[in-house]
């Protein structure tokens, strides 16, 4: 599972075994979780985290998505 960024306590990382799903980038601090579709940006699901909390790395996601997409597509193939 390649790790994307870290800022902060956040890492951002996808799966290998997600080839099969639309892009997405999932976040973890702590036991906390989260999945965001890339295309366009939006929560997927959440687990721990504080609504604050989310909208902080729905921020992050926002801002960097380019570069998860690009990430995306290059581990991937596509």
């Given amino acids: 599972m390649p ?8 890492r951002f990382f996808f799966y290998a075994g997600d080839r ?4 997405h980038i999932h ?4 036991q906390n979780t989260a ?3 890339l295309d366009p940006p939006r929560l ?4 721990g985290f504080t609504r604050t909390e ?5 921020k992050i996601v926002v801002e960097n ?5 690009e990430n995306w597509h ?5």
């Fill in 3 to 10: 790790t994307i960024l870290k800022i902060g306590p956040y």
């Fill in 20 to 23: 099969d799903e639309p892009p």
């Fill in 27 to 30: 976040v973890e601090r702590d």
């Fill in 35 to 37: 999945k965001f579709w």
């Fill in 44 to 47: 997927q699901n959440s687990g």
């Fill in 54 to 58: 989310i909208n902080k790395v729905f």
């Fill in 65 to 69: 998505q380019k570069d998860f997409l």
């Fill in 74 to 78: 290059d581990y991937f193939g596509y």
